[in-house]
């Protein structure tokens, strides 16, 4: 009689350890990319009231835990705050460590497509990775598609109607082009819009890419 409860205690003790040691990985697999980076905010802080510093570097610990979900967390933070969208691509770049124009790409075309300001992201993502800027430049058009079709899936079908807006975040074209434009040797990318614009407030910058410095025997 006593091996028998010996054998029922110990399997009770089995079975809960197990529970105990599968339930952290249970809730991991649940978590969404804005529960990963709201858990690494300071207590009581939310992903609207954090600090800007407080957000970012909530980002930038999400990212460095979970390296091959980057994207996806950048998509979470920039819908959460879209107009921070530059500072979180360039968050999310600096904290994933070694990078390849494939990432960089997948994290640009994810903050595009929640809605970040194309330009901003693009700029952004340009000045931590200059080698991938055609990358980037079609990572932006790719996000602006996708966000594209999203909004037209999720929008109801209705007749335009005249004199009316898209409210106080329409500040921008997510579709306007891009053009690459080599700045007194730094790349950036300028709406088609600002374009003629820009060349002429910066003389000397100039559409394309800028080429690196020529290295030099001494």
Known sequence: ???????????????ATAFWVLLPATMAR????????ADQLPAR???????????????C???????????????????????????????VLRCSGKTNCEL????????????????????????KAADCAESIREASRRGAKASDRAEAE??????????????????FDPHE??????DDGTQRAVRASQLDDFLRSNPGSFIGVCQPPSKTNH
Do not use: H, W, Y
Not at 72 to 89: D, K, L, N, P, W
């Open 30 to 37: 649940e978590m969404t990319a804005s529960d990963m980076i």
């Open 61 to 91: 610990a999400a990212v460095r835990k979970r390296r091959t979900l980057a994207a996806a967390i950048t998509q979470a933070a920039v819908m959460a705050r879209r107009e921070s969208a530059g500072e979180i691509v360039e968050a």
């Open 1 to 15: 009689m006593m091996g028998r409860t010996v054998l029922m205690f110990c399997g009770v003790l089995l079975l």
């Open 45 to 59: 802080k939310t992903l609207k009231s954090a600090t800007k510093s407080e957000f970012l570097g909530a980002v």
């Open 104 to 127: 960089v790409g997948s994290i640009v075309a994810a903050a595009t497509t929640a809605e970040g300001d194309p330009a901003n992201i693009a700029n952004a993502a340009i000045a």
């Open 177 to 182: 082009q891009l053009n690459l434009v080599c």
């Open 154 to 171: 999720a929008a109801p079908e209705q007749s335009p109607l005249i004199g009316t807006s898209n409210g106080p975040d329409e500040r």
